[in-house]
């Protein structure tokens, strides 16, 4: 488990190269323009990254969830507004329709998600369910062959580009988590619509926005999972999406550790470069096994659930503990480099925002303690 196949290791390499030449650029300018890099998802579509998962059969290479961390933390290395489109294309769209979606809704959808010719999109969230995401009020009612449906979604990452949307929504919100269903939603739809676009702190060339929902009609056939089950379908598949927040993560903490070190080899004060100092020479000590102790975690969840364990409490573990360190490690770099960190001419200051979210989103910290602890507690 501590060295990578020799095949994991081929695909690190070239998310890698692909990553410092053709993400790494342009990151600086992206996050000032807030521009979305449709261009560079057409290309993380062509190579094969924006569907890792997707067998064969349904038009994909049907790689590891190892493989797929592997390969997000060198794309988020260079950008993690780039990653984090990725990460949601894979983890939080393909991810539910390939475990539990039907042959039909697979070869329908996945091998135009899997190219990036479509782009997924993950709609659990309202202004009254974050945390508590049993709490949903979005409305279902049946009508004939349709579901109609009616509510509002928020902080919905890819939101304004998704062509495909998995969404939940409630037969009866009394009965909370036990009466969701979940859906496919093609975008085009009548009664579909995009609401306000989130200004946000940081991974600025991600799109967040509120979804719109009004008499939204979706056929029977794009029921996702049992009806009433839909929660099981939404926290299934945030088990997985939170690994990808941990490689997210550890994308950044490794970028900020990078530069830091470089950095304080160059910086002279005192007539010495600063890494000649205790001080930073501690931080850098403290970042280095940070990240080793955070891809360890990251590296097992994704193994547990390639052996096809559920790993709850792991990738729990793995996104509460990466997201710390990234967010320790931006902190740390920015200290490094003391007031050229935070201006924006220089790389830690972005790194320093866009590791903010990381912590927030998929569940915040406190969410996957309560997860971690529930799992101890009813072992
Ligand atoms: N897999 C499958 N089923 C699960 C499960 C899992 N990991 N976790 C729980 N369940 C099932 C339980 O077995 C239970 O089923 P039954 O009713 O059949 O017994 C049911 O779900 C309810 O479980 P809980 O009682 O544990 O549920 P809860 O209401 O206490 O909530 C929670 C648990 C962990 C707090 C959950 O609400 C949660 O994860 N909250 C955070 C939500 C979140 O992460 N939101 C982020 C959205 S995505 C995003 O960030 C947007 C983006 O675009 C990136």
Redesign the pocket.
């Known amino acids: 488990m501590f060295e990578l196949s020799e095949d994991t290791k081929q695909i690190q390499s070239l998310a890698r190269d692909f990553a410092r030449s053709e993400i790494l650029p342009g990151a600086a300018e992206r996050d000032r323009t807030k521009k979305y890099p449709a261009e560079l998802v057409s290309q993380l579509g062509e190579m094969g990254f924006m569907g890792m998962f997707v067998p064969e059969e349904y038009g994909g290479f049907g790689l590891s969830v190892l493989d797929y961390v592997v390969a997000l933390e060198e794309i988020c290395y260079a950008d993690a507004a780039v990653g984090?489109v990725m990460?949601?294309n894979n983890s939080?769209a393909i991810y539910p329709i390939l475990k539990f979606g039907t042959h039909e809704q697979k070869l329908e959808y996945l091998p135009s998600m899997a190219s990036a010719e479509k782009l997924g999109?993950?709609?659990?969230?309202e202004p009254n369910a974050?945390?508590?995401?049993?709490?949903q009020r979005t409305k279902v009612v049946k009508d004939g062959d349709d579901y109609v449906l009616n509510g509002t979604k928020m902080?919905?990452?890819?939101?304004p580009q998704a062509d495909v949307c998995v969404t939940y929504a409630n037969l009866d919100v009394e009965k909370?988590?036990?009466t969701v269903c979940a859906f496919i939603v093609e975008t085009d739809s009548p009664g579909y619509s995009v609401g306000k676009v989130e200004p946000k702190l940081g991974i600025s060339a991600s799109h967040?926005s509120e979804l719109i929902f009004e008499d939204l009609r979706v056929p029977a056939k794009n029921l996702l999972g049992e009806e009433t089950?839909g929660?099981?379908?939404?926290?299934?598949t945030?088990?997985g999406?939170?690994i990808g927040?941990a490689a997210q993560s550890l994308g950044i903490a490794q970028r900020a550790f990078d530069l830091a070190l470089a950095y304080s080899q160059e910086r002279k004060q005192f007539g010495k470069p600063i890494v000649a100092n205790q001080a930073i020479q501690w931080m850098l000590a403290d970042m280095a096994t940070k990240i080793d102790a955070a891809r360890l975690l990251t590296w097992r969840a994704a193994h547990m659930k390639d052996q096809g364990d559920?790993g709850?409490r792991e990738?729990s573990m793995a996104k509460l503990f990466a997201s710390e360190c990234a967010n320790f490690c931006a902190d740390k770099a920015l200290q490094i480099h003391g007031g050229y960190g935070y201006s924006k001419e220089y790389e830690v200051e972005r790194l320093y925002r866009d590791a903010r979210i990381t912590t927030?989103?998929?569940?915040?910290s406190e969410?996957q303690r309560?997860?971690i602890a529930?799992s101890l507690l009813t072992r």
Request: charged letters at 20%; one cysteine or more.
């Open positions: 984090v990460s949601v939080l999109c993950y709609a659990l969230t974050g945390s508590d995401a049993g709490s902080w919905i990452t890819n939101g909370r988590h036990k967040t089950r929660f099981q379908v939404a926290m299934g945030l088990d999406g939170r927040i559920r709850s990738c927030l989103y998929e569940g915040t969410i309560l997860v529930k």
